[in-house]
Structures are given as C-alpha cells and as structure tokens.
C-alpha cells in the first residue's frame, strides 16, 4: 500500500521549479532534494518528478558523465508565466472574452503594471 501523500498534486513539481528558478547553475537531484523545504521527497521521487519536467519541456537535463546530471529550468519563472498565458490563449476559444476576464480579476497594481507596459514603445518581437 502506498504511503500517505505529504503533498499536493503538481506541488513537488512547482517546489522543484521554485528551487531551479532560483539558481543560477544548474542543479543536481541530490541538490534540488536538499534545497526542498519541508518532508523530504526520495530521491527517485525527485528523479521521476525531473523527467516529467523534462518531458513536459520546462526542465533540461545536462548529462557531464553517465552519473553526474544536472536540471537547470527551460525559462525563467516570469518567462514561463507568460508562455503558459499566450499557450491558454492559443487554446481558448474566445480570446476576447478570456482576456476580459483575466484582467477583469486583477488588481488594481497590477492593472497599473498593464497600463504602463502599454503605453510603452513595443520591442521588437524576437521569432
């Protein structure tokens, strides 16, 4: 029978994230394992949520020999957000209606933020 679940879903995963993120090499298991605040996951555990990271492309496994790996995050935690807001905008059906409402639920600092992005001269787009 499998042990009681100290975390929530998708938990260890943003926990793992959080830890890369935070970092300005690149990590090992054992590393990110030590860096985790609370119950400590195994150490398989860590090794099975990183290929899953790897597998949904937001972790990249840097191999120096067959037994010293390293995990550095795909995009920094802000370039992330935006990817996974433009990927739910790519999926919806009404981005209007989306986009309304998101920023329908923001506060008033944040709209602030927006206000001030937009009234600014536009980069150019990097393809």
Request: net charge positive.
């Amino acid at each position: 029978m499998a042990g009681a679940r100290t975390r929530e879903r998708g938990e260890l995963e943003r926990a793992i994230m959080t830890v890369l993120w935070s970092s300005e090499a690149a990590l090992s298991a054992r590393d990110i394992q030590e860096s985790l605040s609370g119950h400590a996951p195994a150490y398989t555990t860590v090794l099975t949520t990183l290929d899953r990271l790897e597998t949904k492309q937001l972790v990249t496994r840097i191999a120096e020999s067959p037994r010293k790996v390293r995990f550095s995050a795909v995009r920094s935690e802000p370039e992330q957000a935006s990817h996974s807001m433009h990927s739910a905008l790519a999926d919806v059906g009404d981005r209007r209606a989306a986009l309304l409402k998101f920023t329908g639920d923001l506060d008033d600092d944040d709209l602030a933020v927006l206000r001030d992005a937009i009234g600014a001269p536009r980069r150019k787009r990097r393809k």
